[in-house]
Nanobody
Framework: HVQLVESGGGSVQTGGSLRLSCAAS????????MAWFRQAPGKEREGVAA????????YYADSVEGRFTISQDNAKNTMYLQVNSLKPEDTAMYYC?????????????????????RGQGTQVTVS
């Protein structure tokens, strides 16, 4: 049974930082595609960042480029999203997603429906 569990969200002031974590269990993500999505009330889910460990690939949405950093720790089976210089418009529920194939990382913009596994989310609120 594959499970993704996010943590690390919280309430911060504008300009603050957080480190979001996505712990995977039930499979090892040494070679796969993982991503972070976010969804604010009344808005569509947005692909924020993605990483493929089978090659040198990362993706960032234009809105977070230079402020967010995606990474993986294979020893801990955990993916991270370091979020810096937070803005009120970054307020959203942040979700992680994973797939053991490279397919979801081969499209121009990550789409949640392409991933086999998704977590329940962690809330980030910026005021």
């Amino acid at each position: 049974h594959v499970q993704l569990v996010e943590s690390g969200g919280g309430s911060v002031q504008t300009g603050g930082s957080l480190r979001l974590s996505c712990a995977a269990s039930g499979y090892h993500h040494s070679t796969n595609c993982m991503a972070w999505f976010r969804q604010a009330p009344g808005k569509e889910r947005e692909g924020v960042a993605a990483i493929y460990t089978g090659g040198d690939y990362t993706y960032y949405a234009d809105s977070v480029e230079g402020r967010f950093t995606i990474s993986q720790d294979n020893a801990k089976n955990t993916m991270y999203l370091q979020v810096n210089s937070l803005k009120p418009e970054d307020t959203a529920m942040y979700y992680c997603a994973a797939d053991q194939s490279p397919g979801p990382c081969l499209v121009a913009t990550p789409r949640p429906e392409l991933f086999s596994y998704r977590g329940q989310g962690t809330q980030v609120t910026v005021s």
